[in-house]
């Protein structure tokens, strides 16, 4: 299957360290990208790879992978970090479905 | 500065046909994987097709398989969606990307600001 999982929404508090997963077959083979969107903006790559950062990405972003498990980590959440955030990956047959999306919520 | 400007947006029947393009700039657009990422009213984001640098392999969601056609013009780094027998389901913000591969994953970057397609009577 290329379909990629995630949790609707997740909420962090002001500060702490919040992870973000995407589940699927695809990501045994392949890594997975993540994406920041806010209201009414195109999405920024956040996240590709093993674990790389676009420059202007602030470190607290990182990235991990175990068997069918992308994450998505950020360390010490800041209010500007609330937004939607997406995984992507390819698969076996060259297509790229993106994961349903994850809305974050900074208390 | 590293740019994509898509157009040809607009409202449009159900049936009808629309062509969007994507002006690139500030890269090197013949090296680049080009994309389209669609995005439909309070939804999720969705890939709709990939085209390689030369053209010669291009990939679809199985959704628009046989009514969309990605294509490009690298002399005139441009980028296109050819659009036919259009549905409501099709109404989205249609996002250009750029696509980097590496043997074991690509990504998305950089990424235009959108042009909107509405698909109604």
């Known amino acids: 299957s290329s379909e990629l999982t995630q949790d609707p929404a997740v909420s962090v508090a002001l500060g702490q360290t919040v992870r973000i997963t995407c589940q699927g077959d695809?990501?045994?083979?392949?890594?997975a990208s993540w994406y920041q969107q806010k209201p009414g903006q195109a999405p920024v790559l956040v996240i590709y790879g093993k674990n790389n950062r676009p420059s202007g990405i602030p470190d607290r972003f990182s990235g991990s992978s175990s068997g069918n498990t992308a994450s998505l980590t950020i360390t010490g959440a800041q209010a500007e970090d609330e937004a939607d955030y997406y995984c992507?990956?390819?698969?076996?047959?060259?297509?790229?479905?993106f994961g349903g999306g994850t809305k974050l919520t900074v208390l | 500065e590293v740019q994509l400007v898509e157009s040809g947006g607009g409202l449009v029947q159900p049936g009808g046909s629309l062509r969007l393009s994507c002006a690139a700039s500030?890269?090197?657009?013949?090296?680049?994987?080009m994309s389209w990422v669609r995005q439909a009213p309070g939804k999720g984001l969705e890939w709709v097709a990939n085209?390689?640098?030369?053209?010669?392999?291009?990939y679809y969601v199985d959704s628009v398989k046989g009514r969309f056609t990605i294509s490009r013009d690298n002399a005139k780094n441009s980028l296109y969606l050819q659009m036919n027998s259009l549905r409501a389901e099709d109404t989205a913000v249609y996002y250009c990307?750029?696509?980097?591969?590496?043997?074991?994953?690509?990504?998305?970057?950089?990424w235009g600001q959108g042009t909107l397609v509405t698909v109604s009577s």
């Open positions: 695809s990501l045994r083979s392949y890594y």
């Open positions: 990307a750029g696509l980097i591969y590496v043997i074991r994953f690509g990504w998305f970057d950089p």
């Open positions: 085209i390689k640098q030369d053209g010669s392999e291009k």
């Open positions: 500030g890269f090197t657009f013949s090296s680049y994987w």
């Open positions: 992507n990956s390819r698969d076996s047959s060259g297509n790229h479905p």
